[in-house]
């Protein structure tokens, strides 16, 4: 579970202090996906990164499983990134000199609580990405990638999966399939999905959509 | 645990990436091969100069004071220096230019008493030498010496004849000869029966033994370390190998620097998984410790290959242990080097990684 707490962040530019996101309070459960959608500026890339512990709020908490990331220093941020949070990007973000396969051998020699190798075995299969896992990153197109990046951000068994315009370098075949995917693992596994996106037509794949306009978010279904 | 997880980022890298590693480890290939080679080169210069010395296996020298610490400007009576250590030699020295009509080299001729220490064992011919014979060593052989050839010195009317031959025992860059007290006698006159140059020490407690005002009782080291021209040259070579060290440790940490450098994005994503700065730092001082390692081994094979096909006339040695300590010492240079990656990587802000 995800929650807010009366989150406000602010950036200084020169003498001006600029406010990213408002005054803040949401809370997001578990098996639910939602949208943030928006256009660029308007804050929401600053939230999905508090909510990510890539960066903590200026004012107010954000809780992640009950945990308070306000105040912990780089390390535990990076060890709660690792184990309760997965990110999907927007180009991806492969590791270019390994392959499918090692991508998981990676996360499985940093973190012990992942998928079995079954359980991989299964989701590369549903995620038609089998034959491919003996192939680096750039042997596989755009769509397979990014169905890689789904499948990492699943690995290691998150509560919370972040993603930024996961869609955002696919044709709309390949993004909807995406979206389908990601929708229907968010259900199955029990996770809290958000998908930061400026293309609406995402957000039919979603439970809650919220719009962000000059930092402040607000539910719009 | 935690390093074998880092070399697994690391090792991947170098394997995907062998045209962009290659030239890196080419570069340390190069360095440590022109280290090795300077060390060898180094080794093998200082043996020039004491080799004989360091058979003796003595713990001190003793020569009169006013001679500057030099063999052939000290004058000893024999009487002044009876049985006062537990083990010693007399030793007469000159300097001689020889010639047996083909090839003429320059040479020192050491007049020892029968069964001295000084002499190395004869590995050819007869090790007695009788008025006007003498046992060479074998770099006069290497140089185009045979047994039973006729000497004749530049500065005497003598004669001498080569009965044998010892192990390679040079001394201030030339030859040997060994002979009787009798033959140096008859080349120079001046080293009579009860005078000698000096006299070889082996005993612990040499410092605890009380010789004559005139003379002086040196440490074998001491005495090496003045020999003429002997610590200039070490210093120089020395000094060459420090400083490549240093340049060494400056390149190899510009390489790295700018490979991470261009990692900069993929370590800002790996940041943003949960990888910490910890792991992360891991694995770039892994992959200079394998980039290091493989340079260096590939370097110490070249050099030892090379050395095999030096001509005998370049004073090349090489002393495995300090080519073993070289190669640590280049590997933690390297190490050392790359430490301004890890700072660099320890910048990385996730954030602006992932835009």
Known sequence: MLKFKDVKKTFKDGNQSIEAVKKTSVEFDKGSCIAVIGPSGSGKSTFLTMAGALQTPTEGEVIVNGQKITGMNTKSLAKLRMSEIGFILQASNLVPFLSVQQQFKLLKKSKKDVMTDEELDELLNHLSLTEVKNQLPSEISGGQKQRVAIAKALYTNPSIILADEPTASLDTENAMKVMEILKEQTIERDKTCIIVTHDERLTEYCDAVYKMTDGVLEKIK | ?355
């Open chain 2, 1 to 355: 645990m935690k390093v074998g997880v880092a070399m697994y980022l690391a090792w991947n890298e170098i394997r995907r990436n062998k045209l962009k590693f290659g030239l890196i480890i080419g570069v340390i290939v190069m360095i440590s091969y022109l280290l090795f080679l300077l060390s060898g080169l180094a080794s093998g210069l200082m043996n020039l100069n004491k080799e004989a010395i360091d058979q003796w296996e003595a713990d001190a020298i003793v020569i009169s004071e006013d001679a500057n610490q030099t063999i052939q400007q000290s004058m000893i009576n024999t009487e002044d220096i009876n049985n006062l250590f537990e083990e010693q030699a007399e030793l007469k020295e000159l300097s001689v230019i020889i010639s047996n009509e083909e090839v003429e080299e320059n040479a020192f001729v050491f007049g020892l008493e029968e069964d001295s220490f000084l002499m190395p064992p004869v590995i050819e011919g007869d090790a007695t030498v009788s008025e006007n014979e003498v046992v060479a060593d074998y770099s006069l052989k290497e140089a185009g010496f045979n047994i039973g050839d006729e000497l004749n010195l530049s500065n005497s009317d003598e004669v001498l004849e080569i009965t044998g031959f010892t192990d390679s025992a040079q001394y201030r860059a030339s030859s040997l000869l060994f002979a009787s007290n009798e033959t140096v006698e008859k080349l120079n006159p001046m080293l009579g029966e009860d005078v000698i140059n000096a006299v070889v020490v082996k005993d612990e407690n040499f410092e605890n033994v009380n010789v004559d005002d005139e003379l002086e009782v040196l440490a074998i080291d001491e005495f090496v370390e003045n020999l003429p021209g002997y610590t200039p040259q070490q210093l120089t070579l020395n000094f060459m190998i420090i400083f490549l060290f240093i340049i060494s440790s400056a390149v190899i940490g510009i390489f790295l620097y700018v490979l991470t450098l261009q990692k900069t994005s993929l370590f800002g994503v790996l940041k943003a998984q949960g990888f910490t700065n910890g792991y992360l730092a891991r694995s770039v001082l892994g992959q200079t410790l394998i980039v290091a390692l493989m340079g260096t081994i590939i370097g110490l094979g070249l050099t030892l290959l090379t050395g095999v096909f030096l001509p005998p006339a370049v004073p090349i040695e090489f002393d495995y242990l300090t080519m073993v300590i070289y190669m640590v010492v280049l590997i933690i240079v390297a190490m050392l080097g790359s430490l301004f990656s890890v700072i660099s990587v320890r910048k990385v802000d996730p954030l602006k990684a992932i835009g």
